[in-house]
């Protein structure tokens, strides 16, 4: 039977799966100790359990479980990874390039170490929201010291070409950090393989708890090195300083494990009742897909609909379906989607833009209801504009 309102905004966010949930919740009351307590056993058993759950993320993205350093969140590791570069190599140079369709906390990060004195060069993308390579070649100088571009656009949901970026970012000897938050658990990552220097993800994008975050960095070929941007008792080798949310990180832990044993399974079905969606959606006239369809996550479809307003649509879906027409992070903005804007989609268009995210959790009947209540809405937000 279907259960409304359908959810249909998982690049926002995830529910907690109950597997994560259920290993969580003992770190909530009997097994409460702080894991920087190592004079008892109570402690012992917390740096345990935070020592388990660090072999669990890095084995997802193939790290070394020292190279994680955990954290509130995506931002806080996209906030550490930036200025803490930033901070750590002023002596070799100040510019740092990234994209101007990168998440809010990367482009914001940007903007703040800018005022610091750093060199920014936000580049453009391609119509199908696609880095230039040729471009971020030239961009280049001896003074670089950073590359900055998502592995996943959120609301597009195009995968970057990551292991070319960073071979070119290797012959010119600059690290190369992604905000990989969208990547992690959905498609395969693989630092070694990617050759990426500093990494961040979320746990609540997967399936695990708010509020935890991880930031891989590399320790060899080349050691990154970062300036912590949170001072106090030296926790996670000095380099995020702050009382570890054990709970948190234990649930992040199962969530990555849970991602290794059933990611794959989980993307072929969640893919095929994304297209069936989208092949519907597209039978309406008028319609387009933004972003580039080869090289996307399989759960993402970020769609135009000509002549109609994503707010009004929308509302009108709200009480039944949960969709969205860009990144949480910007949803109270009027403007239009600023990713879909650098990708030249004019005004008009971008404002008419829907995000659906689907789910380990979404059904076909979920779809199915999807496709009938949009083609409608859709249907009758056009006629009121024609008999204006």
Request: net charge negative.
């Amino acid at each position: 039977m279907l259960k409304l309102p359908v959810y249909l905004d998982y690049n926002a966010t995830t529910p907690c799966d109950p597997r994560v949930l259920d290993i969580m919740l003992p770190y909530f009351t009997e097994k409460f100790g702080n894991a920087a307590s190592r004079n008892h056993f109570f402690g012992w058993q917390a740096e345990e359990a935070v020592k388990w759950a660090r072999e669990q993320v890095a084995a997802l993205i193939h790290a070394l479980p020292e190279e994680i350093v955990f954290t509130s969140g995506a931002t806080e590791a996209d906030n550490l990874a930036i200025k803490g570069v930033f901070e750590m190599y002023a002596a070799k140079g100040n510019h740092i390039i990234t994209v101007a369709t990168e998440h809010k906390a990367v482009l914001d990060t940007c903007k703040h170490v800018e005022k610091l004195g750093a060199d920014v060069s936000f580049l453009g993308v391609k119509q199908d929201g696609l880095l230039d390579l040729e471009e971020l070649q030239s961009a280049i100088r001896p003074e670089t010291i950073l590359i900055a571009v998502m592995y996943a656009n959120n609301e597009i949901g195009v995968l970057q070409p990551i292991q070319e970026i960073s071979r070119i970012a290797k012959k010119h000897g600059i690290l190369f950090f992604s905000d990989a938050t969208q990547a992690v658990g959905k498609v395969p990552v693989d630092v070694i393989r990617d050759g990426i220097d500093l990494m961040a993800f979320s746990a609540h994008k997967i399936y695990g708890p708010k509020g935890t975050g991880a930031l891989y960095v590399r320790r060899k070929n080349p050691r990154v090195r970062l300036s912590a941007q949170m001072d106090g008792g030296g926790h996670e080798d000095g380099r995020r300083s702050g009382t570890l949310n054990v709970p948190g990180i234990v649930g992040f832990g199962r969530a990555c494990e849970i991602c290794m044993n059933e990611m794959e399974g989980d993307n072929l079905r969640i893919k095929a009742l994304r297209n069936k969606l989208e092949v519907a959606l597209l039978n309406i006239e008028e319609t387009q897909v933004n972003g580039n369809t080869g090289s996307r996550l399989p759960q993402v479809s970020n769609i135009s609909f000509k002549y109609v307003d994503d707010n009004r649509l929308m509302m009108g879906l709200s009480k039944e379906i949960a969709v969205s027409s860009g990144s949480a992070c910007t949803s109270a903005s009027p403007e239009p989607s600023y990713v879909l804007k650098a990708m030249g989609i004019e005004d008009g268009l971008a404002h008419s833009s829907l995000r659906f995210g689907l789910g380990k959790y979404t059904s076909e009947e979920e779809i199915n209801f999807t496709i009938e209540q949009v083609t409608g809405m859709v249907k009758r937000l056009r006629e009121e504009i024609n008999n204006v």
